[in-house]
């Protein structure tokens, strides 16, 4: 599994640890993929994302996956982030560990919204989205598309990355204050925090 999670072994390894114990991370006997499994609020599996550890970095689901029941993880305070896949989740908690188990997180498995949705519609407790997808053009395009399907009552915000992904941040040895540029994507906010230019 060490071998899936690019420049991610130094600080990871406790939530892996965490996460491998609860069951939603494991190694899949036949071909030795790493499985990422997403649950429902009964903690019934709903989903599993596939990554490949060879040099073909095979990614996939398992067939009767649930786009709504992405990997992720609960929190008990207001705030979620919101992943293109469970590598840049992890790379993330990895540079900015303070308090992670707080914080809902959640990958999409793509740029599905579904599970985005479900996890502010089930979890009333949730009142501030943090897009972290990709910073390249569909991730960015997809951000905006976002912030049209959340309700207005709840603060968005784009956290673009300053390289193309979490991973990709964090395998560079950027520190954490330089990795990404937190812009207020709502009017409420934009006028309240004068930002710079919304993307």
């Not at 690019?6 to 990871?12: D, L, N, P, R």
């Not at 906010?189 to 230019?197: A, G, T």
Request: a negative charge; charged letters at 30%.
């Amino acid at each position: 599994i060490a071998s899936c999670l690019v420049g991610s072994e130094m600080c990871i390894r406790d939530r892996v640890d965490q996460m491998i114990e609860k069951g939603d991370i494991y190694e899949s006997k036949n071909y030795h993929n790493v499985v990422f499994v997403g649950r429902d609020k009964e903690q019934n599996p709903r989903y599993a994302a596939m990554r490949g550890t060879d040099e073909n970095r095979y990614r996939g689901e398992a067939r009767g996956s649930e786009k709504a029941y992405g990997f992720g993880h609960i929190g008990t305070d207001e705030k979620l982030f919101v992943f293109e896949s469970p590598i840049d989740l992890l790379s993330y908690i990895t540079a900015v560990p303070e308090e992670w188990e707080k914080h809902s997180y959640i990958s999409l498995g793509g740029l599905s919204e579904k599970a985005m949705k479900r996890m502010y519609t089930e979890y009333p407790h949730i009142h501030s989205i943090y897009l972290c997808l990709d910073n390249d053009e569909p991730g960015n395009e997809r951000c905006r598309q976002f912030v049209s399907l959340i309700p207005e009552e709840l603060s968005v915000y784009r956290l673009e990355p300053v390289k193309k992904d979490w991973n990709e941040c964090l395998t560079a040895g950027i520190d954490r204050k330089d990795m990404a540029e937190k812009i207020p994507l709502k009017k409420k906010q934009v006028q309240e925090e004068n930002p710079i230019p919304v993307i």
